[in-house]
DNA sequence: TTACCACTTCAAGTCAACTTGAGGTCAAGG
DNA sequence: CCTTGACCTCAAGTTGACTTGAAGTGGTAA
């Protein structure tokens, strides 16, 4: 059990952070000492989690989806499925990102857009994407 | 050269966003005809590469960090080799979240979160994650 | 027992990234 | 020449993700 300065500490969140969450239900306090929050240990992973999702771009909706809302109504199998295969497209449109980044660093051509190399390298993350938008 | 609805049309952009980027400097119009923008072909492929680091969780100035502002004015290699590297650390973390979400959906472990083999999964991205707070 | 102070709540403020709406303009077709 | 409609500008509104501030509370140390 820690309070949430502690949490605070260790997972480098603000308090105001961590009851915001707590208030949205992406984390939960396992009770109170008197009016202040107490946390179990399991919720320094959730965080971590959360933290980590956000920076690939998840939005917290997202991440409720992932990690679960409340204690423990079993994950959802099949929406956990289909956000590892969301990662799994995002893994990929990196990838030719980073790789663009890259050839645009040492690629001489003028207009660094319309090199037909760097246009290559984009093909597969750039063509999906008419098809993405909802 | 092509005018609003069809960058709209091929980029799945309503108008109102690009002429927000257009505003913030992350795309530019060639040209007016009366009042009415003309875009070049090259936006085409800026806008796509928008989405998708959008897609990635970078936010819009960031992404003018990489694909650069302006018409020209060469782009920053040090700041793109940045970028680059930032997506490597994004891949990874997002390959050991897909990993770990593939794990709980066939764990039987009573808390998903507290499975040892789940943590290990994990592992790489958990612990970084107190360095990278600002 | 009282004072302290880290916590609490709740309302309001902030910032990015857009969207919406009102009112204006101008090239093209009739 | 005149209307039409797709574009324009600019201000204000919206949403997600928080932060800030004022006012209250209650274990703990003195």
Chains 1, 2 share one sequence.
Not at 62 to 89: N, T, V
Request: with cysteine; proline share 2%; hydrophobic share 40%.
């Amino acid at each position: 059990m820690l309070d949430i300065s502690e949490l605070s500490n260790v997972s480098g969140f603000p308090a105001s952070k961590l009851r915001y969450y707590e208030e949205v239900g992406l984390i939960r306090s396992a009770g109170r000492r008197g009016l202040k929050r107490l946390y179990e240990d399991e919720v320094k992973i959730r965080v971590s989690l959360i933290a980590l999702a956000q920076t690939a771009g998840f939005s917290l909706l997202e991440i409720k989806q992932m990690i679960g809302a409340e204690g423990r109504p079993d994950f959802d199998r099949a929406a956990l499925a289909e956000k590892a295969d969301a990662i799994d497209m995002k893994i990929r449109e990196l990838t030719a990102l980073r790789n663009g980044l890259r050839h645009i660093n040492n690629c001489t051509a003028a207009n660094h857009l319309d090199c037909p190399r760097f246009q290559r390298i984009m093909h597969v993350a750039l063509t999906r994407n008419g098809q993405r938008r909802k």
